[in-house]
Structure formats: C-alpha cells, structure tokens
C-alpha cells in the first residue's frame, strides 16, 4: 500500500513544487497508514536529486531516466505512471498543480479510470477515505468533497504546502522506461526565449500586482523596481483589465479567467477590487493595497492601505525596502 | 477542415457565487450565465482554422440540461454551423463529463476537437486531457498559439516562465488558453442565423462522479485591515508595519 507523489522536474532539476508535492504526500501516506513512493522521471541527469527526497519524507523512490526524456513526455509518464498505479495499486498518486502537473493528471486519471481532484489546497482522511479542499469558482468558493474510489488522483496547488523536511533513508530503485519513439504520437520542446529571473504568479513568495491605476504599460518598470526590490522570489502580477488592455501578457493575471494566488505578501497596486480579482488573491497571507479612491473595494480585503498618488508612493516604497534589504 | 468544440454554460465572472441553503451546493441566483469565456476562445480558432481552410465545418458540443441551448446559439451566432446536445448532467470531476463528451464525439467526423483549457466554474482543467485520453488522440492543453498546416499542428502551450511547443499529426485535441485569439462578437445577422442552425439532442444521461461533494465553504472572510495613512508621508509607517506587524519583509 503506498502514496505515489509525480516528482515534477525541469531539464533534469527538480522544481519546488516537486518538494511541496512530497511534504503534501507525507501528510497523507502518514494519515493513511502506507508508505509514500516518489515518482521521478526524467534524463539520466536527474539521478542526483533522488536523494532530495528521503529528506523531505518518502520512503522510497522510483527512478526512470532516458535520453529520451530530456523534455516533457506526457505519453511516456502516463505510460509509465498507469503500469505503476496498476502494480502498486495506490490509494492516491499526487501531482503538483504546475502546467505539467495539470497536464499530465488528467491523462493519467482518464487511462486508470480514477477520480482527479484538481488545486488541491488540503489533504486529509476521513473514515479511511481521502477528503480534499479545493478553491472553485475562481476562489469565490471552496469545495471539501470525498473520493468515491481509489485511487485518489489529485494535484496540489503551489505554496499550499510548505516544502518541510521529514528525513528518512529512502531507497532508490530504477524503474524501466518505454520510450519507444515510433510509438509516440506527439513532440513537446521547451520553446527558446522564455521569461527569465521572475518567478511564476502562482508560485511566488511575493506579488507585485499593477492595474488599470497604473495608467499605461511604461509605468511598469516602477513596479519592476519594487518587485527587483523585494528579492528574486518576486513576481509581477496584472489585473483583468490591464491583461484585457493589452498592457501585459496574460500568464500574468490574477483572477478568475487568470490564476488564482496565495502568496505570503500581495502588493495591489492601482487595482480597484473587482470580485473576480478579489476571488483570485484574498487568501493571500498579506494584502497591501495603493489606490487613490478612498473607497475602492480592495481596502476591503487588504491589511494595510495607503491612500494617495500611486505614482508618488512607489518610488519612496521601492527606495525604503530596497534600504532595508541592504 | 470539420472541427468540433467543446463548450460549457457557465456563471458570468463578474457574478457574485455563495453557499446554497444546503451547505452541499452553490447560490448562483440572480447570476448571469454565459458561454464559458475560455470557450470562447475555442469557437474563435474553430471559425479562423475552417475560414483559412476554405471548407469543412464547426460544430459545437455540450453536455447539460436545456438551459444549454442558449450556450449552444451563443457559440452558432459566433458562426459555428451546427449544434449537438448531448442531455444530462455533468460530473463533479472531470471524468464522467470527457466519458459522456468522448461517447457523444465517437463516430463523427472531425480533424480537431477544441476546448476551452477550463470552465470558470469548477476550475476541474481536466476535460480536454482526458476526452484526447480516451479517444486515443494527442493533445496540447493551455494553448496560446496555434497553427495547423496540411495535417501537421503544432501549438504553443504557456509553462511556467515560458512556452513549451507540442506537435502532433491531427486529428487531435487542442485547449485554449486565452490570449489564443480575440474572439468575435456575435452580428445581429449572426444571432438570427443562429435561431435556424441545426441543434442536434441526444439523451445520454447523467455522468458518473467519482467525488463526492461533502461541503461548499466560503472562502475564509477577510476583515478590512487598516489605513496606513496618505500619500507619499505614510510608507516609512507602512513598511514599519510590515517588517514588525506582520513580519513579512
């Protein structure tokens, strides 16, 4: 009897939603009586984190590595995946709710004829079944529900769990990979140019969010300073409005047509409070909102509030931080 | 080029969503419903991809009860040419809905099938995945850029810091991130069309759920925290507040 955890990694490193992953599944394999077996594919590469995760709490880990998967392989992983949840049956394989998580959980859950629980932001067991949390409704609501059956398939939203240290000595076994070429259908490549030094929105510590307030997309550099300001794991966040404006791209909106965030700190700059917006961030730990209108609704969810000229505001903010970090 | 898109009716984002009486469900009284705006951006491509292709056509696809018909001619007056559904209830999880939509696609023509990446309702993001799952095809999910030349597709999908290119032979299956295109509004012309477009029903009763929904919850309330102060003066007391208060600097 196990937990399976999917240990999600890039290029042959492993992510931090991958630790958050196994934290999560520790939680649950201990509540379920089972052992919690880590995943983890990827190029030959990747090896030298499997290590990594007996300190974070698995006892075992299941190593498949090929040339061949240098990039993500979503028929190869749900290949190799199914053929685990078959042998091992498991009470419940984790995933994280990354891009390649919410990917690739569907795939799986579909070949095994399973329940999928998506964002998943608390785990638990109740009369010996899994019982889940999760946001729906871009935020304005939560779910609790059951799984009707095993294995439980869930993948678990970033930062929902802290990546906490649990060590154990976890035994690593190789796993055979089929990664027939011929019998693949599809090719994924990771395209070149990609954003780079900012972490995504929805995995951040800290979001700097900038709306229709802001005025023009070449004010953006003032919330780029404080984002540089506030340290690497800052990532700039963007209205519906000024995604719908054209001002910036829309993997950086936060919402319920976005991404819904819970980091410790959220910066809400010149963004008035839409209830699609307010639903996408208001279980952040910290909510701190710029907007000269007095009454403007996300006062209402913020814990601190400066009232004024945002244009005025920022420069001293991004100056007084930047001394304090210094 | 014969596309099929998988849509869904869901409440307007602007709505505001709560706790029904029974703790088991959700309140969307009073609540606009409209086509899943990530649909949108499906019907969008379906419309681009038959208008560069010179020929095929665009049929759209729902699981629901009547209430969908509307979503349905929504997505027609857009200049889909025909409407399938596909009558019953949907599943809690993803699963239940793609077995029902995969039933009701079977047997049809298609080079494509599109969907919206999620519904803003259930935010399952699990549909499209799976349907591609279990008709055996290949599937791109949270797609940006799409372009389909002969039968080679190749999609760009949005990852975390960057874009991630999937190629495949069609058919297949495609869902649409928005940013993909900027849908088209609906002529009058369109709207009165769309009143005499084929909308195909089929029974095919209610999807199975494999969760079981125990409670719906508010999310918890936040209470308004405080005015620092205003202006420019306030943020030497703001950022005070934040390193000793809250200690999140």
Redesign the interface.
């Known amino acids: 009897m196990s937990v399976i955890v999917f240990a999600e990694q890039k290029g042959g490193a492993l992510r931090q939603v991958a630790l958050e992953t196994v934290t999560a599944g520790r939680g649950l394999a201990d509540a379920l009586g089972v052992d919690l077996v880590a995943v983890l594919l990827g190029p030959p590469s990747v090896a030298s984190e499997a290590e990594k995760f007996g300190r974070f709490g698995a006892d075992s880990v299941l190593l498949g590595t090929s040339d061949a998967l240098g990039e993500y392989a979503p028929e190869v992983y749900t290949g190799t995946l199914a053929k685990l949840v078959g042998e091992r049956a498991p009470k419940a394989v984790l995933f994280a709710a990354s891009a390649q998580g919410k990917d690739l959980a569907p795939r799986l859950a579909a070949r095994v004829k399973a329940g999928l629980a998506s964002d998943v932001t608390e785990l638990a067991v109740t009369d010996g079944r899994v019982v889940i949390v999760r946001p729906a409704y871009g935020g304005k609501v939560f779910f609790q529900a059951g799984f009707m059956g095993e294995p439980a398939v869930a993948s678990v939203r970033p930062r929902a769990y802290t990546a906490t240290e649990n060590s154990r000595e976890a035994s690593v076994e190789e796993i055979a990979v089929d990664v027939d070429p011929a019998a693949l259908r599809m090719t994924v490549h990771t395209a070149t140019g990609g954003k780079k030094g900012r972490p995504d929105v929805a995995e951040a510590e800290v979001i700097v969010s900038g709306g229709r307030g802001m005025q023009g997309p070449e004010h953006w550099t003032m919330l780029e300073a404080l984002a540089d300001a506030l340290g690497a794991g800052t990532a700039l966040g963007a209205s519906r409005a000024v995604v719908d404006a054209g001002w910036r791209p829309h993997d950086e909106q936060v919402g319920q047509t976005g991404k819904v965030v819970a980091p410790p700190l959220y910066f809400a700059v010149g963004i008035s409070g839409a209830i699609q917006h307010l639903a996408g961030m208001q279980t952040a730990k910290c909510i701190v909102a710029i907007n000269k209108d007095a009454e403007a609704p996300i006062f209402k969810v913020a814990d601190y509030g400066i009232v004024g000229d945002l244009f005025e505001i920022l420069p001293l903010l991004t100056d007084e931080i930047r001394k304090l970090r210094s | 080029m014969n596309i099929l898109v998988c849509v869904k009716r869901v ?1 307007d ?7 029904a009486g029974d703790g088991t469900s ?1 309140d969307t009284q009073g609540v606009k419903f409209v086509l899943n ?2 649909d949108e951006f499906a019907v969008e491509e379906a419309l681009k991809l038959k208008e560069a292709a010179g020929t095929g056509s665009v049929t759209v696809m729902t699981l629901g009860g009547d209430e969908s018909k509307e979503t349905l001619r929504t997505a027609l007056a857009m200049g889909a040419d025909q409407a399938v559904l596909l009558k019953g209830k949907p599943s ?4 239940g809905t ?1 077995e029902k939509l995969a039933e009701g696609i079977r047997g049809r023509e298609f080079d494509l099938v599109l969907f919206g990446k999620q519904a ?11 349907v ?3 008709l055996e ?6 797609v ?1 850029e799409l372009k389909v030349d002969g039968r080679k597709l190749t999609a ?14 069609l058919p ?1 299956v495609v869902a649409a ?3 993909l295109n900027e849908p088209r509004y609906a002529s009058l012309k369109g709207i009165m069309a769309a009143k005499k477009k084929p909308l195909e029903e089929i029974e095919v009763g209610d999807a199975e ?12 309330q ?1 209470s ?9 003066d ?3 007391e ?2 005070r ?3 000793e208060e ?1 200690k ?2």
């Open positions: 409440p984002s602007e709505g505001r969503i709560g706790v959700v705006p990530y809690s999880d993803g699963l793609a803003i309702d259930d935010d399952n993001l699990q549909v499209p995945a799976m591609a799952e279990l095809l290949p599937c791109a999910t949270v940006i760009e999908r949005e990852i975390e810091g960057g874009h991630e290119i999937v190629e495949f032979d297949g991130q928005k940013g759920s494999r969760l079981e929904i125990l409670q719906v919850m508010n999310p918890p936040r308004a925290g405080e005015i620092v102060g205003e202006g420019a306030a943020v030497p703001l950022v507040k934040l390193r809250a999140v600097l």
